[in-house]
């Protein structure tokens, strides 16, 4: 057999072989069992960390039951499987699917620990290889699902005030926010550096408004103050004004390492074991 014929071999078995393993992936497995075997099935695949299995059970059971006695934990723990297999879109269409049938975010059952699901996984959402590889700032890139997490984490702290997750959530609501508020203050100082004054404002801008109380506002009301001269700007009273509004801002603790919880589980999975 020739070279270009053993090529086309290879090729065609790497094809079958890719396509085999496709349709096992989407092969759904009926599993027999009524809905309170199903359920404790799904919980103690979780707990045995068999995470595919218990996403095959969850499936079924939200498909054969969608208003079964366990229909409420059957969608938070599909969310929380979904986040610790690093499926971060599917869990956050989970919580978004959670919260759908209710008016509002507040007073819902597990609605703190969704919401965390939910910020976290918008964290996580926008993290690329090489963001991982080389520990990168994802505030580097686009903000927008960092942002969508702070307001997650925002509405649990203002709606579930007694919640579990509270400190955890202050601690990674700080953590999140001097990421973004790092990336606006560089980028701000970059664009300084190579004469975009008025960008180099706009960015600045944004620390101040958006994180008074962060470690880069004084950084960046610098910047502020730099850029309005080279733009030939009379700033020095507005300049007075929000140093004294900062100076009379407590600072937060520049957080440089993320939070962590020693389980990501719901409680009633945890007590379950």
Known sequence: MDLKK???VSAIGLAVALVACSSKEQTVVYIAGNEQMLYDKA???LQNNKNTAAEQV???LSLQYPFGQYRTQ???LQAYNDLVRKNYD???AQVDKYFQTTPSKAGVPYGDYMLLVHAISSFNANRGFFQNLFNMNQAD????DMQTGLTDLRTLLDYYPNSQYREFAQELFNYYADKIAESNYDIAAFYLKYDNPLAAYKRANVVLINFADSYYAKPALEIMHKASKVMGLEY???YDAIKARIDGVT???LVTKAPSLPSYAPDFLKASN
């Open 236 to 238: 020095q009273a507005e």
């Open 58 to 60: 969850l499936t079924q």
């Open 141 to 144: 890139n686009d903000t927008a």
């Open 90 to 92: 599917l869990a956050i």
């Open 74 to 76: 059957v969608q938070v």
């Open 6 to 8: 053993l090529k086309l």
């Open 251 to 253: 600072p937060r603790p």
């Open 43 to 45: 919980v103690s695949d």
